[in-house]
Nanobody, 116 residues
Framework: VQLQASGGGLVQAGGSLRLSCAAS????????MGWFRQAPGKEREFVVS??????SYRDSVKGRFTISRDNSKNTAYLQMNSLKPEDTAVYYC????????????WGQGTLVTVSS
């Protein structure tokens, strides 16, 4: 499985960005897709995930970020609104390819910079 993340960039506080994560593989619909981020000098942290039937969000992004997926395009999306400087990080998409798997495949990361 290969994951290709895109959509990062520089945005002012209060702005929006949409990240995309394109995945290879014929069973994308069964993958749990997640977004993680790593800010400078900090550890990588969970942001949001989506399975076939549910989503999970980090408290600090609830109401601002929305994860979605288009199984026909093997792509997961992260819509980020009302961005804050503290959202600045490299964002990674990841895939868990079986029900009992952790995130076993990772994309290369895309940088999101939010200026104040």
């Amino acid at each position: 499985v290969q994951l290709q993340a895109s959509g990062g960039g520089l945005v002012q506080a209060g702005g929006s960005l949409r990240l995309s994560c394109a995945a290879s593989g014929r069973t994308f619909i069964n993958y749990r897709m997640g977004w993680f981020r790593q800010a400078p000098g900090k550890e990588r942290e969970f942001v949001v995930s989506i399975s076939r039937s549910s989503t999970s969000y980090r408290d600090s992004v609830k109401g601002r970020f929305t994860i979605s997926r288009d199984n026909s395009k093997n792509t997961a999306y992260l819509q980020m609104n009302s961005l804050k400087p503290e959202d600045t990080a490299v964002y990674y998409c990841a895939a868990a390819t079986c029900a009992s798997c952790g995130y076993d495949y990772w994309g290369q990361g895309t940088l999101v910079t939010v200026s104040s």
